[in-house]
């Protein structure tokens, strides 16, 4: 547990970790022909990764360990990269596995659920197939003319100087909606608002929400600043 002091107010982190959790009969169904693996995990598994390993290593693989994936900081397994040819991420979920694919130049991921037992491999391909879709977001973008931009007070992903100054230079009508938890939903009372830009999280996904981190690095989208 760990405590910090964050605009005045004291918030105490506190970790949720699985418990009795069973690793081996997934790991027992995982293929991998690379030979160098990064190990990496969300917290609530953190404390199954050097059970993982022994067992990788068991294997024949070479293991290195990068610790947890915190949010959407993929720092501690892009700093590895060089060391190993593949990553096993032991959770849930697709974002992580491809923000793998993108940032660290490998060509697969491994997801590795303990929970549901699945395995799935993330390649270049599954890559491509995300930014054709937000390509398509863009495009939707270009031609709206009213945009509301979606801010979350969370610290850590609260960025309304970004979000206020891309309302100000975008072009558009543009509206600043601030939320501690964004709910999809209730976005749908707002029917005006012809396409949502999110500053927060990129994980909040929605057909009719596009990420300004997407929108700036586009091709198609001419901005010199934000």
Known sequence: ????????????????????????????????????????????YIDYLDQVEKYLEGEGHSVVIAGQMVGCNSSNAIKIKDEVDTYVFIGSGEFHPLELVNYSGVNAVYLVNPVSHN??????????????????????????????????????????????????????????????????????????????????????EANNIVSLKDIIGSKLVDYHSY
């Open 1 to 44: 547990m760990e405590n910090k002091k964050i605009s005045g107010l004291k918030t105490i982190f506190i970790p949720a970790k699985a418990k009795n959790i069973d690793v081996m009969p997934v790991l027992k169904k995982l293929k991998i022909k690379e030979k160098r693996i990064g190990l990496i995990s969300a917290i609530q």
């Open 119 to 204: 395995i799935t491999k993330f390649e270049k391909k599954d890559l491509i197939k995300l930014e054709r879709k937000n390509e398509g977001k863009i495009k939707r973008y270009l031609m709206a003319d009213k945009i509301g931009i979606l801010v979350s007070v969370k610290p850590g992903q609260q960025a309304l100087k970004v979000a206020l100054n891309f309302a100000k230079n975008c072009g558009k009508e543009a509206y600043v909606f601030m939320e501690n938890e964004i709910d999809v939903a209730k976005l749908e009372d707002f029917n005006d608002i012809k396409l949502w830009v999110n500053t927060s999280c990129p994980r909040l």
